[in-house]
């Protein structure tokens, strides 16, 4: 994965290469921001250009063994860590990284880096209610490995995809070795939700902010997939800087995680309308029904969709992000979302998001997110 390889971040980039060819790389980095941005794929393209030996114009080669052993995932100083988990497994059975390694390279190739954590999840087969987790085992194995001396490399690098799925006893295991890691050692935590991670982590990491992708980059994606002029310009705004996004919406508005969360969004704000408290039970069961990543979905489509609203509201239409049936219904709702509760309702769902990620009960969760939302849009009739 060269630099090259990735898609906008002119700016962060430079950034990047410039920090390892002045020597000035810190230890422990913390990539923070959306799957769809590519921070994943841009911490493997710096560490492919911190170990490459050949680089030339501002990027790695891409055909030393060491660039050719990154692209295959198979690099011996670089080691990466996802949460992981399985069904039916043993009592007393360890479950690590290493365990799902085929798994994970076959998901990286068939999509370059790009896939959130309900993919990954969907390919090791977790279902609905299992998450997966990255356990204290698995930080002692990283432990172990990172006490080796490098084998092709000046460096050893981990990569640590989505840290905020460590436990506390599994975070304060690797606290120790990014206060004082080893020489010549990067850890790479590339996190979606640093909030969630622990203060005494963040504070030891130098953060990396990876932004949203830019409109004429994505644009130009569109274009390139035969899309006309005005689609590609539309396309590239309504994907929000995601290349996750983009990619859904180029397959078209009948993506089934959009499509259900929309559905589910609708007959929420619909039986809050209608003040039916029964019916509402209901609707937090059919929510709770979903996976954990399906939950964490709905949550992010809602509280877009209600930001939208808001602009539509105050007359900002000209800037939204939206069409089709999502226009169509948000334009009738907006007049149900103002000043009086926008806040409000956008606390609800960051509350519920919290929740869910601290493994909350999901029908206790959605069955009060559903009262206190009704409630709200009560609040302009």
């Not at 304060?172 to 790479?188: A, G, R, V, Y």
């Not at 983009?246 to 508005?253: I, T």
């Not at 399906?294 to 939204?320: C, D, K, P, T, W």
Request: charged share 25%; aromatic share 8%.
């Amino acid at each position: 994965m060269k630099f090259s390889d990735i898609i906008g971040h002119d700016t962060l980039k430079a950034r990047l290469r410039a920090q390892i060819d002045v020597g000035r790389v810190s230890h422990a980095q913390l990539f923070t921001g959306d799957a769809g941005y590519g921070s994943l794929p841009l911490a493997l393209a710096y560490v492919q250009y911190l170990f490459c030996k050949n680089r030339h114009d501002g990027d790695s080669c891409g055909v030393c063994p060491s660039c050719q052993q990154i692209e295959a995932l198979a690099h011996p100083d670089l080691h990466m860590v996802y949460p992981v988990n399985k069904r039916e497994k043993k009592s007393g059975e360890v479950i690590i990284s290493d365990m799902f390694i085929k798994e994970w390279r076959e998901l990286w190739q068939s999509n370059r880096g790009i896939f959130s954590a309900e993919e990954w999840f969907s390919m090791l087969d977790l279902g609905k209610t299992l998450k997966g987790l990255i356990t204290a085992k698995e930080s002692e194995e990283i432990i172990r490995k990172l006490q080796f001396k490098s084998f092709s490399s000046d460096y050893k690098a981990m990569i640590i995809w989505l840290p905020e799925a460590m436990n506390q006893e599994a975070a304060n295991k690797i606290l120790k070795i990014l206060e004082e890691p080893w020489d010549k050692t990067l850890f790479i935590l590339v996190s979606e939700h640093p909030d969630q991670l622990l203060q005494t982590i963040t504070s030891r990491t130098q953060e990396v902010s990876v932004g949203r992708i830019d409109i004429p980059t994505l644009k130009s994606i569109a274009l390139s997939e035969g899309k006309s002029e005005q689609e590609a310009h539309n396309i590239a705004r309504l994907a929000n800087g995601s290349l996750l996004e983009l990619r859904e919406l180029l397959r078209g508005e009948t993506d089934d995680t959009r499509a259900t969360s929309f559905e589910l969004f609708t007959r929420l704000m619909r039986l809050s309308y209608n003040d039916k408290h029964l019916e509402l039970f209901e609707w937090a069961d059919d929510v709770s029904a979903l996976s954990r990543e399906g939950q964490r979905q709905f949550l992010l489509h809602a509280v877009r969709l209600l930001r939208e609203s808001y602009m539509l509201h105050a007359g900002l239409g000209s800037i939204s992000y939206l069409w089709g049936d999502e226009e169509k219904f948000c334009r009738n709702f907006a007049p149900y979302i103002g000043n009086q509760n926008i806040e409000i309702l956008v606390k609800e769902i960051e509350d519920a998001m919290l929740q869910i990620a601290q493994n909350g009960a999901p029908k206790i969760v959605f069955t009060h997110f559903a009262l206190a939302v009704s409630k709200q849009i009560n609040r302009l009739q």
